[in-house]
């Protein structure tokens, strides 16, 4: 499943989207209104005014019974109305939501979505559309390496390993892990690689 995906799948729910990467939100806001419009949901957007200032382009909203409403930057608990759906912030709003979706940047324009189930969504933003992003045949290899051997595996064995399959230098290899370690699938610690999530 991709992140809007995701995201619509828990439209009747409480979402944060909780991320200092504001081009980030304000894509994935569109991108979420457009799919809303296309099946005649109607959008509300609360801040609207912060929202058009940060983004420029405007969003046909009606606030109506029955609409996703969506909370652009709140800062506090406080700041959030009765019924929501969606909430967009630079911090952790202490209040009782459905998912908690942390947005990182990890490198240009591709970012990293992880829910509180540990979820790994990846994707870019180009021309105002999230684009998902998969991981590479090295990095796979790499990761289904490590699953093969209990999830943990000295890095000089598997450098030279994946080194040998891809037919490449040990120094690119490195940079794939560090890339991995980046998005927080592995972990290096006393000469060994561990896998931390299963993906």
């Known amino acids: 499943m991709n992140l809007l995906d995701y995201l619509m799948s828990l439209r009747n729910r409480k979402i944060l989207l909780q991320s200092y990467h504001i081009n980030a939100k304000i894509v994935l806001i569109y991108n979420i209104t457009q799919r809303l419009y296309k099946e005649n949901i ?18 046909d909203q009606r606030c109506v019974e029955g609409s996703y409403v969506i909370v652009f ?46 979820d790994l969504f990846i994707f870019s933003v180009i021309n105002g559309k999230v684009i998902d992003r998969k991981l590479r045949p090295i990095h796979e290899d790499i990761i289904n390496f490590l ?47 561990i896998l931390t999530q299963l993906l």
């Open 42 to 59: 109607s959008v509300c957007i609360i801040n609207y005014e912060k929202f058009l200032k940060l983004s420029i382009r405007e969003i």
């Open 147 to 193: 699953r093969e051997y209990g999830g943990e595996v000295e890095i000089r064995d598997l450098v030279n390993i994946i080194s040998k399959k891809y037919e490449t230098n040990r120094d690119n290899v490195r940079v794939e892990l560090a890339f991995l370690k980046e998005l927080g699938i592995i972990e290096v610690k006393d000469r060994k690689v």
């Open 73 to 118: 930057e709140a800062e506090e608990a406080s700041d959030l109305p009765i019924r929501y759906n969606l909430v967009t912030s630079f911090v952790k709003i202490n209040k009782d939501f459905d998912d908690i979706l942390r947005i990182d940047k990890i490198s240009t324009n591709l970012y990293k979505a992880q829910n509180n189930a540990g």
